[in-house]
């Protein structure tokens, strides 16, 4: 399996994952000129903000290790330029995490990583 597709199952696995946990998935791969939102998620009265990271190995380091400092503030800047062009206004904002660590074709590791980081 390529990367691409590792990628895109991780977040199909991901967004199926919210789901079941009650959360409403609002929007995926929304991108404007500076990135992309993996997953938009409405969860009570908070907007979620949720990164996918999924990995065959950890030769280049763990799942958890690629929302670096630097990822969590272009995520926050997505965030605002999302709810900016979404007109969503002032209300509470999360961002969650969601790693995924491939075991074999058929079995993976699934973390969900709440509040994972916030927007300073």
């Known amino acids: 399996m390529d990367r691409s597709t590792i990628g895109a199952r991780g977040e199909d696995a991901a ?8 959360m ?9 000129g500076r990135g992309e939102l993996d997953i938009v ?8 903000i949720c990164e996918v990271k999924t990995r065959a190995s950890e030769s280049k380091g763990t799942p958890e290790d690629a929302v670096s ?8 800047r997505l965030a605002r330029s999302y709810m900016a062009s979404a007109g969503i206004g002032s209300t509470n904002v999360r961002f ?3 790693t995924i ?4 074709d058929d079995r993976a ?9 916030e927007a300073e």
């Open 15 to 22: 967004a199926g994952y919210l789901e079941r946990c009650g």
């Open 24 to 32: 409403q998935v609002i929007d995926r791969n929304w991108r404007d």
């Open 41 to 48: 998620a409405i969860d009570g009265e908070t907007l979620v």
């Open 69 to 76: 400092p630097a990822k969590q503030k272009r995520l926050v």
């Open 96 to 98: 969650d995490a969601i």
């Open 101 to 104: 660590r491939v075991l074999s």
């Open 109 to 117: 590791l699934l973390r969900h990583h709440r509040a994972a980081f």
